[in-house]
């Protein structure tokens, strides 16, 4: 089949098409989509932690959550822009993936700097942690990888860190609110560690789930 | 030749920006018109960056595909030059990783010698189902996929791209590059 053949069929099966919502409408429907899950899950479990109106007296704990919070929006408004194709990644999609990485750098340094100053101590069990961590992700995942092959995202590995980063960083904040045990230790390695896990594997998974026929392209 | 970082016309002054809006509202002469425009285009940017130039209408083939499966994504405020680079660019690279892989699949120089020595693969011989099966290795996934499913399971094109995620028309062009492909690997081993 030559090229103007194809062309032809390509016109001959031609059906309108809705375009994708603006970019800020998708990526406040993706915010949303997490903020919303990870209330309702700290709402099943056993709601808010006991002491969270002190601990939200505490200059220290509001801005970790805070920043923790900020890193989920602008990590969530970079994966609605990648799922666009482009050239490449942008001056506006580094910059918002770069300030929520080096959120998470300044948060993980920070801790395990704690964490060395009193001294190197094996953590506490974190199981309730990690289930609601993991439960946290769950639908947001199911959305993000929803949104991103509606989309057709040809920097796959970008793609994947930044949906990744953003819904882990939702999940990190929702455990703030969920977990009395401000331990660095604790922190460190049940809240902290699993968002760097998981926005490294949004790199592997963006390249091999946007590389299936799910892809659009 | 446009060059895919240096796009300065805004997307309201671009024509192919205009046609691509009315092609998503589903106006087929305006959208075969476009492809029409873009493929010498994408033939040029290909010619400058790609080494396999008897490919390049098999890449501009695949692009062209792309665009149409992606087209819902292009977003008017976006200059569309940008948009379909982005996508050329992407498909060009899956095209030279899959040559690389194939490349690795390829049998040697040595292997290919004592594999015509053997008197049972002699070429004189007529084609036997071990040597289809042995050229369909060759092919890549897809169009392996879609040349048993409509060979050897009986299904038609259509069905065919229905169960591979494929539209008819890419089916077709997947079949005809497999084709194409078994054609040269059989000739290459002395079938006529």
Known sequence: MDTRELIDKLGDELAPVKPLAPAGRRALGLCLVCIIFVMAVIYALHGPRPDLMRALRSPFYLAQTVSMFLAGLLASIATIRLCVPDTKVRAPERVMLGAASAIWLFILSDTFGQVMKIGLAPPDHGDACVIGFSAMMTLPLAVVIRMMTKGAPVWRGWAGYAALLSIASFSATGMRVFCPNDAPEHLLVWHFLPVAVAALAGIALGRFLLKTRLAKI | ?192
């Not at chain 2, 446009?2 to 300065?8: E, G, P």
């Not at chain 2, 016309?9 to 075969?32: C, H, I, N």
């Not at chain 2, 995620?165 to 084709?179: D, F, L, Q, W």
């Open chain 2, 1 to 192: 030749m446009a060059s895919a970082d240096i796009h300065t016309k805004s997307a309201p002054e671009d024509p192919w920006s205009t046609l691509m809006r009315a092609a998503q509202a589903g106006d087929a002469v305006a959208y075969k018109k476009l492809l029409g425009e873009i493929a010498p285009a994408l033939t040029s940017f290909l010619r400058t960056r790609f080494f396999f130039r008897d490919h390049i209408e098999d890449v501009v083939q695949e692009i062209l595909l792309a665009i149409h499966a992606a087209r819902h994504t292009y977003r008017p405020e976006q200059p569309f030059r940008n948009w379909m680079y982005g996508i050329a660019r992407h498909k060009m690279v899956d095209y030279l990783r899959k040559q690389g892989r194939q490349r690795d699949n390829e049998i040697n120089d040595a292997e290919l010698e004592t594999f015509l020595a053997d008197d049972a693969n002699n070429p004189e011989e007529a084609l036997s189902g071990k040597d289809i099966r042995q050229a369909l290795t060759h092919l890549p996934d897809k169009q392996r996929q879609v040349l048993l499913l409509t060979k050897v399971e009986g299904y038609s094109m259509a069905e065919a791209g229905k169960k591979l995620g494929m539209s008819e028309t890419a089916t077709k062009v997947a079949a005809h590059r497999a084709y194409k492909k078994m054609r040269e690997w059989l000739i290459s081993y002395g079938y006529s």
